[in-house]
């Protein structure tokens, strides 16, 4: 045999390979934080990386897996709006987000870069705090689950421009969960850590949609947001000393033409739990 006929067998096994990864069934995908100053549980679902996605079943399935969660809150992670969508899009995804209001009461969403560099980042906010939607980067918020356990929730904005401001953000709410002695919990769109990153119980990102492409039952990843190639932070719970980072792989399945592979878009979940005594 020669050469040409072992490229055309690998590249059709590469084809094949790639073609089996293929699927786009939303998910839940679950993780347990546990953590001394968690008495009782708290359950959390995390949303990220829609980009103003239409649900060709009218968000029926992203609807039961949040119910199948039972949360106590809902964590909007940023690039829930895409910075392409034409407003027809955006308002369909606001009725998707006043649909899960109306419903979780308690909702907290932070800006990724799709909001900041569609240049309509304030408005959005706006307009989701209009509905009765937390923003976090404002401020942050001591809450109390079904269990009566209480945490708090701060979140940085994205706004590369104005790093002081938000550093200033993260730093004012770092301290103020130092000083609750409460379970604090960071949502960030992009996945990176800082000085300063050590001082939360978790973190909780999207940005990087799970890696695009990835090895069968792996979490590395090819490529993340910003055309970044092999990303350190893409999908998975991560252990820096103390903290813990989630990274979720984003929920819509249109990726500028690339397709995801073996990287099921999904609803993350997130229950704290105390520490197992024994």
Same mark, same amino acid.
């Given at each position: 045999?020669?050469?040409?006929?072992?490229?055309?067998?690998?590249?059709?096994?590469?084809?094949?390979?790639?073609?089996?990864?293929?699927?786009?069934?939303?998910?839940? *995908?679950?993780?347990?934080?546990?953590?001394?100053?968690?008495?009782?549980?708290?359950?959390?679902?995390?949303? &990220?990386?829609?980009? &103003?996605?239409?649900? *060709?079943?009218?968000?029926?399935?992203?609807?039961?897996?949040?119910?199948?969660?039972?949360?106590?809150?809902?964590?909007?992670?940023?690039? $829930?709006?895409?910075?392409?969508?034409?407003?027809?899009?955006?308002?369909?995804?606001?009725?998707? $987000?006043?649909?899960?209001? @109306?419903?979780?009461?308690?909702?907290?969403?932070?800006?990724?870069?799709?909001?900041?560099? @569609?240049?309509?980042?304030?408005?959005?906010s706006q307009k989701l705090r209009a509905t009765g939607i937390s923003i /976090?980067?404002?401020?942050?918020?001591?809450?109390?689950?079904?269990?009566?356990? *209480?945490?708090? $929730?701060?979140?940085?904005?994205?706004?590369?421009?104005?790093?002081?401001?938000?550093k200033a953000q993260s730093d004012s709410f770092s301290a103020a969960a130092?000083?609750?002695?409460?379970?604090?919990? +960071?949502?960030?769109?992009?996945?990176?850590?800082?000085?300063?990153?050590?001082?939360?119980?978790?973190?909780? @990102?999207?940005?990087?949609?799970?890696?695009?492409?990835?090895?069968? *039952?792996?979490? /590395?990843?090819?490529?993340?947001?910003?055309?970044?190639?092999?990303?350190?932070?893409?999908?998975?719970?991560?252990?820096?000393?103390?903290?813990? /980072? $989630?990274?979720? @792989?984003?929920?819509?399945?249109?990726?500028? +033409?690339?397709?995801?592979?073996?990287?099921?878009?999904?609803?993350?979940?997130?229950?704290?739990?105390?520490?197992?005594?024994?």
């Amino acid at each position: 045999m020669n050469k040409k006929y072992y490229a055309m067998i690998f590249g059709a096994a590469g084809l094949a390979f790639a073609a089996a990864g293929i699927n786009n069934t939303l998910t839940l *995908k679950e993780y347990t934080v546990r953590s001394e100053k968690i008495t009782r549980p708290f359950t959390m679902v995390f949303l &990220s990386d829609v980009h &103003s996605q239409k649900f *060709k079943d009218g968000g029926r399935a992203l609807f039961e897996l949040i119910d199948s969660a039972c949360p106590d809150c809902i964590l909007l992670g940023g690039d $829930i709006f895409d910075k392409y969508a034409k407003p027809e899009q955006d308002g369909e995804v606001y009725r998707l $987000i006043q649909s899960i209001k @109306s419903k979780y009461r308690n909702c907290f969403y932070v800006s990724g870069n799709h909001e900041y560099e @569609s240049g309509k980042a304030a408005d959005l906010s706006q307009k989701l705090r209009a509905t009765g939607i937390s923003i /976090l980067g404002d401020e942050s918020f001591v809450f109390e689950g079904a269990t009566g356990q *209480k945490v708090i $929730i701060g979140g940085m904005e994205y706004d590369p421009d104005n790093y002081g401001r938000i550093k200033a953000q993260s730093d004012s709410f770092s301290a103020a969960a130092q000083k609750s002695g409460l379970f604090s919990v +960071l949502v960030r769109h992009v996945p990176y850590f800082t000085e300063g990153d050590e001082n939360f119980d978790l973190i909780i @990102s999207g940005h990087n949609h799970g890696g695009l492409w990835r090895f069968p *039952k792996s979490d /590395l990843g090819v490529a993340g947001g910003g055309r970044k190639l092999f990303p350190k932070f893409v999908h998975g719970e991560y252990t820096i000393g103390n903290t813990k /980072l $989630i990274v979720g @792989s984003g929920i819509t399945t249109s990726t500028y +033409l690339l397709p995801r592979i073996y990287n099921v878009p999904e609803v993350v979940k997130v229950t704290l739990q105390p520490l197992r005594r024994f």
